[in-house]
């Protein structure tokens, strides 16, 4: 049985806080998360959780997966910046230039993300979280389009993109060359069964298409990596 995706998932100095922030900028209800920390409740149908779980280290570097906010005008994207900034973001500087079109921000803990100007077709019919967008390999893409059951939307020059057969936020992989790895991920991905007597079967699946063990079970929950030392967790429903 394939995984289905269940959350993004933040690890944060503040969890609560971090929480309040995008649920205010994406207008997510917030509740207490099942497994550990709190969550945003998907945004319709073909949506995920945002979840928040509470880690002491520290960001170091940016991040290897970011949102893309997407508007649908200048005014609206205009309006999405100065309610991110309102809540808390900052601006930052990741090398982006001016003709590019987008406003690079992050939040309060320093995870970034970007509010896409309007027009941008690859990203039209995507919802507000118009895409995760991840510096990775082509194989890492593939890996995630047989995990996930989710078709290829885009391969080529070695970029990637997935997309949800119900539409939703795209999964893009920029290709080589990959930034270094500084210090553990802030982000992750959390896939969720349907029943509890499948997950060992689920894992070994997982591991066959290229991903690693990185833990033993515990508590119904499994730590892998994909083929480019991605972390991400598989979990059984609570």
Known sequence: MTSQLFAVCFSANQPLHLAQFWSGVLDRTLIDDPHDGVALLPAGEAGFRIRFVPTREPKVGQNRAHFDLTSGSLDEQQQTVARSL?????????????????????????????????????????????????????????????????????DQDEETAIQSPH??????????????????DRLHLDLALAVHSELEEEVDRLLSLGATRIGSSQGGRVVLADPDGNEFCVLTPR
């Open 86 to 154: 309102a809540l808390g973001a900052r601006h930052v500087d990741v090398g982006q230039r001016p003709e590019e079109g987008h406003v690079v921000l992050a939040d309060p803990e320093g995870n970034e993300f970007c509010v896409i100007g309007p027009g941008n077709n690859f990203l039209a019919d995507c919802g507000f979280v118009g895409a995760l967008a991840g510096d990775g390999s082509q194989a890492v893409g593939y890996f995630w389009s047989e995990a996930l059951g989710w078709p290829l939307v885009w």
């Open 167 to 184: 539409g939703g936020t795209k999964f893009t992989w920029g290709g080589p060359p990959l930034m270094p790895r500084l210090g553990k």
